[in-house]
């Protein structure tokens, strides 16, 4: 199934206090952040940056705090300690609700998707200008171009992925490869400079991978991305730079071909050396 993604290049930038509007290089900051659940130290000190148009990977076992730091990114956890910033703008202060305004969305382990709503539908719930309940319920004119709009949206990201074809059926009757793409579309409906995608290759085949590959390095030319995987050769292959965590710390953070040669990543973690993809 052939993916077309659109390469649509926009400055990534924010609004001082001033008003004035301003560049930055970095999209994603966070530094020295520390997630603790009781007793438990979940993220210690950890630090990374996603910059404009490059792939992050962030590899380790489970537990090692991968999806911790991507709840914690997002608002859904507070951190004990550190800062994380996108844009230049502080996260800490924010809501997680909004999130997709600033730019930033987000896929999860699972599918989450909602059976008994249409691919179509599944993919609308995933844009920040979802149209109003109280306008909805008038009717209004502004209603209406605001659904247009909205679903025009969804319908460009499930073409992008090669499957506006499955806009009217229910995501149960569809392979999970295709769930999977329906899930990624979705985010993009937000239309985001920011995307973290949460373990996207698991339960796909060899080839579904590979064009996941594809669209990942098509979608660095517009957003920065910060990817949690396991399947490492996946990572390894994608990635620009690659951060690995162990019991939530950070142990090595380099160029994939640097983890490669970190002997401690390749026997204290991987138990084997990393696979030259």
């Known amino acids: 199934m052939a993916i077309s993604?659109?390469?649509?290049l926009a400055p990534l930038a924010y609004v001082t206090s001033s008003g004035v509007l301003a560049l930055t290089a970095a999209a994603?900051?966070?530094?020295?952040?520390s997630v603790r659940f009781g007793g438990v130290v979940?993220?210690?000190?950890?630090?990374?940056?996603?910059?404009?148009?490059e792939i992050v990977g962030i590899i380790g076992p489970?537990?090692?705090?991968k999806t911790t730091l991507f709840n914690a990114v997002c608002r859904l956890i507070a951190p004990a300690g550190g800062t994380i910033?996108?844009?230049?703008?502080?996260?800490?202060?924010?809501?997680?609700?909004?999130l997709p305004h600033l730019g930033i969305a987000r896929t999860l382990q699972g599918l989450g998707l909602w059976p008994t709503l249409t691919v179509l539908e599944n993919v609308i719930a995933g844009s920040p200008q979802r149209t109003r309940l109280f306008a909805d319920m008038l009717a209004s004119p502004a209603s209406d171009t605001r659904a247009q709009t909205t679903e025009g949206h969804a319908m460009s990201a499930l073409g992008e992925l090669g499957i506006a074809d499955r806009a009217r059926v229910y995501p149960g009757s569809l392979p999970h490869g295709v769930q999977k793409r329906v899930v990624i579309a979705r985010a993009l409906t937000a239309q985001p400079s920011l995307l973290l995608l949460d373990e996207p290759a698991s339960g796909l085949s060899s080839a579904?991978?590979?064009e996941l590959i594809v669209l990942l390095r098509e979608l660095r030319t517009r957003m920065g991305i910060a990817l949690v995987e396991h399947h490492v050769d996946m990572v390894m292959a994608v990635s620009d730079r690659v951060t690995v965590l162990n019991l939530g710390r950070v142990i090595?953070?380099?160029?994939?071909?640097e983890i490669r040669a970190n002997t401690d990543v390749s026997t204290a973690y991987l138990g084997q050396p990393v696979a030259h993809a």
Do not use: C, F, M, Q
């Open 252 to 257: 090595a953070s380099g160029t994939p071909a």
């Open 5 to 8: 993604v659109k390469a649509t």
């Open 208 to 210: 579904e991978v590979e």
């Open 62 to 65: 489970n537990g090692a705090g």
């Open 28 to 33: 994603l900051e966070v530094g020295d952040v």
């Open 42 to 53: 979940a993220l210690d000190g950890v630090s990374l940056t996603v910059d404009r148009h």
């Open 85 to 98: 910033s996108y844009a230049g703008r502080s996260l800490l202060r924010e809501k997680a609700s909004r």
